[in-house]
C-alpha cells in the first residue's frame, strides 16, 4: 500500500508562470488536506478537500491559488502568476475519515526565479 | 489567533544525552495534540495525545500533555545520531464558525545529536 504520492519533489519556476502540485493519496482515503512550509515557519493549512468538493479553503491566499480534487485522479493545487514568496514546501496529507490516521506526503519543493 | 509555540528553536547535544522539547498552545476548540518527526521529506507521526497526565511512550521518546497549563513536553532518552530531525508540535482544532477541523503547527525544534 503505497503512501500519499506527490509529484514533483522539485518544481522550478519562472516569476509568472504556473505551478501545477499533485497528490494521490493513500488508497482508500478520501479527505485530503494541504499545507505550506515556509523557510524557518511551521506548516500552515491552506486548503481540506473530498472528493469533488472543497471543504475549507480559509487558509488559501484569495488570489492565484486554487485546488480541486477530482472524482477520478489526483488533487491538485494550481498557482498562477508565481511570485518569489510562493518558494515554499507544499504537503499533501490524506486520511479516510476527517482528520484520522493523517498521513503526509514527502511535499513538492517550489523555487520561484 | 491560533498560536503554537516551540522551544528551543534548535538544540545540539552529543550521544547518549536526554533532551526534553516544549510545546505550549493557545488554540480554540482544542482536540488533541500531535508530534512529528520531520526528516528531509515527510513529517512521520510519533505521538496523538488527548488526555492530562498520561505519558505515551515509543522506545526512547516519551511525550505528555498538560490541559490545564496548555503544553506538552516530547522526551528523547539516550540520543542517537538517527534522532536528529526536526521535531514539529502540532494542535488538532476542532472545526466550528471558523471552519473545518485541521492542524496547528508550531516551527518546529531542530535537534541535532553529535556523536
Known amino acids: 500500500n503505497a503512501g500519499v504520492m506527490q509529484n514533483p519533489r522539485h518544481l522550478v519556476r519562472r516569476r509568472g508562470q504556473e505551478a501545477r502540485l499533485r497528490c494521490s493519496p493513500m488508497k482508500g482515503h478520501s479527505h485530503v488536506y494541504w499545507y505550506r512550509q515556509l523557510p524557518e515557519e511551521g506548516l500552515k493549512f491552506m486548503v481540506y478537500?473530498?472528493?469533488?468538493?472543497?471543504?475549507?479553503e480559509s487558509g488559501m491566499p484569495k488570489e492565484r491559488f486554487s485546488a480541486e480534487f477530482p472524482k477520478e485522479g489526483p488533487s491538485i493545487l494550481r498557482i498562477q502568476q508565481v511570485v518569489r514568496g510562493d518558494s515554499a514546501a507544499y504537503f499533501c496529507?490524506?486520511?479516510?475519515?476527517?482528520?484520522?490516521?493523517?498521513?503526509f506526503g514527502s511535499g513538492t519543493r517550489l523555487t520561484v526565479v | 489567533e491560533d498560536k503554537v509555540v516551540q522551544s528551543p528553536l534548535s538544540l545540539v547535544v552529543h550521544e547518549g544525552d536526554t533532551v526534553t522539547l516544549n510545546c505550549s498552545y493557545e488554540?480554540?476548540?482544542?482536540?488533541?495534540l500531535l508530534w512529528y518527526k520531520q526528516e528531509k521529506k515527510a513529517p512521520t507521526f510519533l505521538f496523538m495525545l488527548t488526555s492530562s497526565g498520561i505519558e505515551k511512550k515509543s522506545g526512547r521518546l516519551s511525550s505528555i500533555l498538560d490541559k490545564k497549563e496548555l503544553f506538552s513536553i516530547l522526551n528523547i532518552t539516550a540520543t542517537q545520531t538517527g534522532d536528529s530531525a526536526i521535531y514539529l508540535c502540532a494542535v488538532e482544532k476542532g472545526g466550528g464558525q471558523g471552519g473545518s477541523e485541521k492542524l496547528v503547527f508550531g516551527k518546529g525544534t531542530k535537534l541535532t545529536v553529535n556523536p
Open positions: 488554540v480554540t476548540n482544542f482536540r488533541s
Open positions: 496529507a490524506s486520511s479516510p475519515y476527517r482528520l484520522y490516521g493523517y498521513t
Open positions: 478537500l473530498q472528493k469533488e468538493n472543497i471543504i475549507d
